[in-house]
C-alpha cells in the first residue's frame, strides 16, 4: 500500500497508509483543519543501453557542441577547399606537360 503525505491549512505535516482505491483523508489528524495530499517530484534514471548522460544536457553543453560543431564544419570545408586546388593545379600541370611532349 502506498504511503501518502499530507498538509493541512495550519501546516501540520502527516503520512497516511491506504490503499489507492480509499478516498483521501480531509481532515488533519491534530487540528481538523481541511488538508491537501503533497506531491514530491519523482527522480527518473533509465539505465541500459540507448539511455546516456549526455542526452540530458544542460544549456552550456548544448552551446558548447554548436560551436564545436560550427568550427569543425569551417576546418572540414577548409580542407576540401584546399584538396580542390591542388588537384585543380596537379591537373592544369599535368595537361600542360603532356602539350608539351606532343
Known amino acids: 500500500m502506498p504511503i501518502y503525505e499530507y498538509r493541512c491549512e495550519n501546516g501540520h505535516l502527516f503520512e497516511v ?23 514530491h517530484p519523482v527522480a527518473v534514471h533509465f539505465k541500459g543501453s540507448g539511455f546516456y548522460n549526455t542526452d540530458y544536457g544542460t544549456a552550456k553543453r548544448k552551446r558548447e557542441t ?6 569543425g564544419a ?4 577548409a580542407k576540401q577547399a584546399d584538396k580542390k586546388d591542388s588537384k585543380s593545379s596537379s591537373d592544369t600541370s599535368t595537361s600542360s606537360s603532356a602539350k608539351s611532349s606532343d
Open 66 to 71: 554548436e560551436k564545436s560543431a560550427s568550427e
Open 17 to 39: 497508509m491506504q490503499k489507492m482505491s480509499d478516498p483521501p483523508v480531509t481532515a488533519c489528524e491534530e487540528c481538523g483543519a481541511p488538508v491537501a495530499r503533497v506531491f
Open 74 to 77: 569551417d576546418k572540414h570545408d
